[in-house]
């Protein structure tokens, strides 16, 4: 894209002038949640859209080199950071019109593929990328296609490194084979045992990596996975719609980060999401709604089992007693993520969809996590 205005209905898109950063980032704080924003530094290069003098939108095109299996590949890449609305235009065309020039301003550039990193909720934002011929980069797709040590460094450049729980990497072009959902499920859940037996070494409550405690922990991380897992599908079989599995890949650096550092379980667990990539959160919450409050229900009813067993029942000693005390610690950890903190970072928890949905329901989950805690105190 040239240095000239691409000049659209009522809408131009131009680069940002010098003196607009400050406009740009107040444009920023209208379009985002508190805290949204906080870190939003707009580069000379950013796009903004007008309309009568006022600024409604932007986006940041950001270009890399794009990493491959092979050292000698030569290749350009973009990214679409940053894309925003002013609250008041959304509904008029803003973003398709960003995107249509941000993805000028790559092809112009020789850019051979373009990403973009959006929550799992934010269908707004995924349903324009969809429209726009992107879809869903796997992780599995992902390592096909750059290897190990590419797709690490396509996460460095995509940001996804930050700590965005929830967020999918769309592409353009996207996948070129389907991918599979419950090889996600497997895969997810297995790394999240090793994240919580990494957390309850660091912690203090698990004493070390013996076969038992590591099978242990295991294992009551797959059944508290698959509980909530099997809950949502039944449930979502009830309300008649139709679902797959998501892993938030993007999640499992941070988990680590947390677990080494503080000692404590941070679950990405991902999440049953409609089949299909065009879809509205908006109009599919009165579904997705009771279908999260099931999943979460049935971990909060196995955690609040194990703690009465270990409190009023005489359960075997030894390896029972074991298992049951990670099992109470697991789902507690667990459920104050999904439950006690809808918003911002953990926004495609389950406990936002129920938030989303019912407030009285959610509060009804809130009690139960809260009583956890406090039985656990």
């Not at 941070?254 to 679950?267: E, I």
């Not at 409609?274 to 099931?294: H, N, Q």
């Amino acid at each position: 894209m040239d240095e000239r205005a691409t000049n659209l209905p009522a809408i131009t898109i131009r680069r940002m002038h010098d003196a607009e950063e400050g406009s740009a980032r107040a444009l920023a704080g209208r379009a985002f949640p508190p805290l949204g924003n906080f870190s939003f530094s707009p580069p000379p290069h950013t796009l903004l859209a007008e309309q009568d003098g006022r600024l409604i939108g932007a986006v940041v095109p950001e270009i890399f080199e794009l990493p491959g299996k092979r050292w000698d590949e030569d290749r350009r890449g973009g990214v679409m950071l940053w894309l925003m609305t002013d609250p008041e235009a959304r509904g008029s065309g803003v973003g398709r019109h960003l995107v249509e020039a941000a993805l000028r301003f790559f092809e112009e550039r020789g850019c051979q593929e373009v990403f973009a990193c959006v929550e799992g909720f934010n269908t707004s934002s995924s349903n324009l990328f969809a429209s726009h011929g992107f879809k869903i980069l796997s992780l599995g797709e992902q390592l096909r296609r750059y290897g190990l040590f590419g797709t690490s460094l396509l996460w460095f450049r995509t940001y996804r490194f930050g700590g965005d729980v929830g967020h999918f990497l769309w592409a353009r072009p996207g996948a070129t084979r389907p991918d599979r959902p419950a090889l996600q499920w497997w895969v997810g859940t297995l790394v999240n045992a090793l994240i919580f037996l990494l957390a309850g070494w660091r912690g203090g409550w698990i004493a070390g990596f013996d076969p038992l405690t590591v099978l242990g922990g295991t294992a009551v991380i797959f059944t508290l996975f698959g509980l909530r897992e099997v809950a949502m599908r039944l449930a979502a079989y009830g309300e008649g719609l139709s679902v797959r599995h998501r892993a938030w890949e993007a999640a499992f650096p941070l988990s680590f980060g947390v677990s080494l550092a503080f000692g404590f379980f941070l679950p990405a667990p991902g999440s049953a999401y409609p089949r299909g990539e065009a879809w509205r959160y908006r109009d599919l919450v009165p579904k997705l709604g009771p279908i999260a409050f099931v999943g979460t229900a049935a971990v909060l009813a196995f955690t609040w089992a194990a703690w009465a067993l270990l409190t009023f029942g005489s359960p075997p000693t030894g390896v029972a007693v074991l298992w049951l005390r990670a099992a109470q610690a697991a789902g507690l950890q667990i459920s104050l993520f999904e439950v006690l903190l809808p918003f911002s970072l953990f926004a495609s928890f389950n406990g936002r969809r129920v938030w989303d949905w019912n407030r009285a329901a959610w509060l009804v989950l809130a009690v139960a996590a809260t009583g956890l805690l406090l039985v656990e105190a």
